[in-house]
C-alpha cells in the first residue's frame, strides 16, 4: 500500500488548509484511515481518525476546527483544517488500516505533508 499526502504549505494563523492522502495497492480492503502529526521536538500526536463504518474520532486539540472525510471511490482521506494556530504546526502523517489477509490488519503511513502556521 503508498500513501500520497498533499496539500500542506504556509498559512497566516486563522486561515485554512485542505490535505489530501491518496491510498494506492492491489487488494486494498481499508478499515480505517486517520491523520496524525508530529511537532519539531514532540512525540506524534493523533489529529483524528474515520472508519469504514463512520466512526470518527478526533485528537483534542483539533476538536472544532478540523474536519476529517474520505472519498472510498479514490481510496482518498481528506482534512479539513479551519482556524489554523502557531501550534498546528507539524509534519502531518496519513496512515490506513488495511486488511492484508483473513483476520490480519495492517496499518500503513504516508511520509507526511508539512504544515507551517505564522503568527
Known amino acids: 500500500v503508498q500513501l500520497q499526502a498533499s496539500g500542506g504549505g504556509l498559512v497566516q494563523a486563522g486561515g485554512s488548509l485542505r490535505l489530501s492522502c491518496a491510498a494506492s495497492?492491489?487488494?486494498?480492503?481499508?478499515?480505517?484511515m486517520a491523520w496524525h502529526r508530529q511537532a519539531p521536538g514532540e512525540a506524534r500526536e493523533l489529529v483524528a481518525t474515520?472508519?469504514?463504518?463512520?466512526?470518527?474520532t478526533y485528537g483534542d486539540a483539533v476538536k472544532g476546527r478540523f474536519t476529517i472525510s474520505r472519498d472510498d471511490a479514490k481510496n482518498t482521506v481528506y482534512l479539513q483544517m479551519n482556524s489554523l494556530q502557531p501550534e498546528d504546526t507539524a509534519i502531518y502523517y496519513c496512515?490506513?488500516?488495511?486488511?492484508?489477509?483473513?483476520?490480519?490488519?495492517?496499518?500503513?503511513w504516508g511520509r507526511g505533508t508539512e504544515v507551517t502556521v505564522s503568527s
Open positions: 474515520m472508519s469504514s463504518g463512520d466512526t470518527i
Open positions: 495497492g492491489s487488494d486494498l480492503s481499508i478499515t480505517l
Open positions: 496512515g490506513v488500516e488495511s486488511l492484508v489477509q483473513p483476520g490480519v490488519f495492517r496499518t500503513f
